[in-house]
């Protein structure tokens, strides 16, 4: 399974400890994760993707706030292309922020298969937004929007619908 996460808008950095420890913990895992591309470049991404495509390899997106947004930008450049994303999973979506300033698509097509949606639970500041389409888990979690990268207990749901996905 081959897996880009996309961080927030601080990128790997400090306010992003927790999601590199468990990017880390992804790879522990034996996944084969691509953390590298900022949220700001999600047309570098859906080509980084359709570049490296083996279809006999499930493809997941992760991303957390800005990230988040950004990971249904990808989504949204590859259906124009019939690339299938197995599964897509955001952690609290930001509100209407995107590359440049633009809405991002808030409404999952068909060539995603599965999308988790964790939305945190307060303050509402920087998150809260919502996804809308097919096959899609929306999750309220009490943790606050920075805070969910410390949740052990979401890390470790996102890992195991990760290996649902790895065994087909």
């Known amino acids: 399974m081959r897996l880009y996460f996309i961080y927030g808008w601080g990128g790997n950095s400090f306010m992003s400890l927790g999601f590199s420890r468990f ?9 084969r994760v691509d953390d590298s591309v900022s949220w ?20 997941g ?7 988040a947004n950004a990971i249904t930008w990808v989504a949204e450049i590859l259906a124009a292309t019939d690339v299938a994303i197995d599964i897509m999973i955001a952690y ?29 639970s307060r303050p509402r500041i920087a998150g809260g937004a919502s996804i809308t389409g097919h096959n899609i ?8 929007h920075m805070w969910l990268q410390w949740d052990e207990a979401l890390h470790q749901i996102t890992i195991d619908a990760l290996k649902t996905v790895r065994k087909r």
């Open 61 to 67: 997106l992760l991303g957390h706030s800005m990230g």
């Open 92 to 120: 609290d979506p930001s509100m209407g922020i995107g590359p440049m300033g633009a809405k991002p698509p808030s409404v999952v097509r068909n060539n995603v298969r599965r999308t988790i949606c964790y939305q945190g």
């Open 23 to 31: 990017v880390d913990r992804l790879r522990e895992n034996n996944f």
């Open 40 to 59: 700001a470049y999600p047309d570098t991404i859906a080509e980084k993707i359709r570049r490296n495509r083996n279809p006999s390899i499930p493809i």
């Open 137 to 144: 888990e929306t999750i309220i979690t009490h943790t606050s």
